[in-house]
């Protein structure tokens, strides 16, 4: 681990990924120099009387917060190349560290400070940065963190896309079909439950795993195209629960003649963040939370809505068993 004013901070080039401030925050900076600028402008030529210096001491606030911005989205920034991690303070002070120098990560909520904060710990407890959860490649942190096995901590309120990721967990391909089994048992098991408690409703649901080439989704439609189901478990596999609304064995659509669809991802690969890069296989966990949020919902919009009966039929199987 070393501090230094810049040394060996590698190129963008060589760079993994980089977690940094969004553009946008010089925008917020050059208005507040321009401010600044306008009203020291207003005071030379309008005042009438000696400008007391409190007010030079806020034109200046304004000035040196402004600059500050422009200064922190320009230096503050965390560069990751392989197993190295590099981070530049706001004043351009680098400390350089390893992955192995990482003990624990935190993911603090903030409210106060208007952002939650992602702080990165040595094994012996001591701040080695400090980064906020909305930054540019934030969630690329953490999966790298979370694939290279580094303690994650996350507060209650912390950012939804983030905590997410620790319910992501590799399997073994070998394994897939027996956890689809008992995946489907338990998603039967809430559908049959929600039907029977929303009985005057009328509504039935048909479900069921659908397997896609997650690369070729359009995610502007809800029925996928031919082309992107996928046969076997490819580089780019992905295997969604898939819930349909029916009544009357009609499918359902809305006024705007959207089916009613619920599609949750269960299995899919994606390319680890470890130095060695394998594509990997992963499961989430939080399929059943978002099943439960998502039917809990749907009972309320059907109570509220009319509605169209389709009697469309889909040209492809939805599984039990994957």
């Known amino acids: 681990m070393f501090f230094g004013k810049n040394t060996g901070f590698p190129e963008e080039t060589e760079r993994d990924f980089t977690v940094r401030q969004h553009k946008i925050g010089y925008g917020v900076g050059i208005w507040m120099i321009a401010a600044g600028g306008f009203i020291l402008i207003l005071e030379i030529l309008y005042h009438v009387s000696a400008i007391p ?87 690329s942190m953490f999966w790298y963190l979370y694939d290279n096995e580094i303690p994650l901590e996350m507060e209650k309120n912390t950012k939804k896309e983030l905590t997410d990721i620790i319910f992501q967990m590799p399997v073994d391909e070998e394994k897939i ?33 659908a397997e896609y080439h997650g690369s070729l989704i ?16 490819t580089d780019d596999y992905l295997c969604v629960l898939e819930v349909f609304v029916k009544k009357e064995n009609y499918f359902i659509r809305d006024r705007r003649q959207r089916l009613l669809l619920m599609d949750f991802p269960v299995f899919y690969k994606r390319k680890s963040r470890k130095i060695t890069g394998e594509v990997r296989l992963y499961y989430n966990e939080n399929w059943k939370k978002e099943v439960r949020e998502t039917l809990s919902y749907l009972a309320k919009y059907l109570q509220g809505h009319k509605f169209i009966m389709d009697d469309m039929e889909l040209d492809y199987e939805l599984k039990k068993e994957v």
């Open 177 to 209: 079909s027996g956890m689809s089994r008992e995946v489907y048992g338990q998603a039967q098991a809430m559908m049959e439950e929600w039907v029977e408690k929303n009985k005057k409703l009328g509504a039935g649901l048909l479900y069921g795993f």
């Open 53 to 139: 210096l409190w007010v030079y001491g806020i034109i200046l606030a304004i000035f040196a917060l402004g600059i500050f911005v422009c200064m922190e989205v320009k230096n503050r920034q965390l560069a990751v190349k392989g197993t190295a991690l590099y981070y530049r303070s706001t004043f351009g002070r680098v400390r350089q560290f390893a992955l192995e120098d990482i003990g624990s990560v935190k993911a603090v909520s903030n409210p106060s400070g208007g952002r939650d904060d992602l702080r990165l710990y040595d094994k012996k407890g001591r701040m080695l940065c400090r980064l906020e959860t909305g930054m540019q490649n934030a969630e």
């Open 218 to 233: 359009d995610p502007e439609a809800q029925i996928q195209p031919e082309e992107s189901r996928a046969s076997g478990k």
